[in-house]
């Protein structure tokens, strides 16, 4: 096992930063649990202003899903009660004084409730039902699209308070920007050198062999060969696609099964650690020469550890499980039927 092996760097292609991996600073792959409790303070909560019957403490709805439910919704698109960007300001104001740049905080900042039950969380619902939550992911997209101010949407999950999620029951927050933000764009750019040099789509090209966790028709479940953390997964679509938003029911149904599985998966062997997915995606107004090698996936990402000085210094991570190693694990994760 990774015990025995010397440490190593790694060259992420996709994000353009290194990973260290030390293995003689952990224990063995098998051995890694979270051992923070999620949801420390929802012992003894079972109802909160995100189920159902409880809509009118929420900031205003979006949308539903079924859209003509009542009482009996599935999910729940809201505004967000506490906006990290405004939606009522003029997207127009900016200034640029001696090099500062200030532009106005117009964006849009969502909450998708999963669930109208308090305690069904994603790992609980079926995989039909988890596409539902894709879909309206989806859904939001479009509509957001319309604005010409909106740059990029980010659409991410905390589960667990360590993990930044503030209220216990299941939910993912959709933000829109008035800018392309740094992570996507550096991405976009590692991206474009590594096509330069090969030709082809480094995602369309990521390594699956012994990196390989499961699979669909669709989709393919990998520990990345430079996981910047440890059992740090990605899901990529098989064929080439640059914008989440492109999703159809079909393949949402298929990613919907595979993203339960995996979470079911890390729930299991980790200890039901708190945990953050990201959809990683293009910009909204991509030019068509960048199309061909930008390529949206999911990354899911345990909270296992924290980082440090070296990190925040560095921009490098220190991983102390193999990619191999975490995957073998994960592969071999049995769930009871």
Known sequence: MATSRTPELRKDAIHNRWVIFSPARARRPSDFKSKSDPNPNSKNQTECAFCAG????????????PPESTSDWKIRVIQNLYPALSRDLDPSNSESVGGQVTITGFGFHDVVIESPAHPIHLTDLSAAQTADVLLAYKKRIHQ?????????????????????????????????????????????????????QTGKCGLCQVRQDDLLIDESTHFISVVPFAATFPFEIWIVPRDHSSHFHELDNDKALDLGGLLKLMLVKMSLQLNN???????????????????????????????????GGFELGTG?????????????????VSIPN
């Open 144 to 196: 957001l699209r319309a604005f010409d101010s909106i740059k990029y949407v980010q659409v991410f999950k905390n589960h667990g308070a360590s993990a930044g999620a503030s209220m216990s029951h299941s939910h993912s927050q959709i933000m829109a920007l008035p800018i392309v933000p740094p992570t996507a764009s550096a991405r976009i750019q590692s991206m474009k050198e590594d096509f330069a």
């Open 54 to 65: 409880h809509e009118h403490e929420c900031a205003p709805e979006i949308f539903r899903f």
């Open 273 to 307: 650690p708190p945990y953050n997915f990201m959809v990683h995606t293009a910009p909204l107004q991509i030019d068509s020469a960048e199309l061909p090698f930008t390529h949206w996936f999911i990354q899911i990402v345990p909270q296992l550890s924290g980082i």
């Open 316 to 332: 490098c991570y220190i991983n102390p499980v193999f990619p191999e190693d975490a995957a073998k694990v994960l592969r071999e």
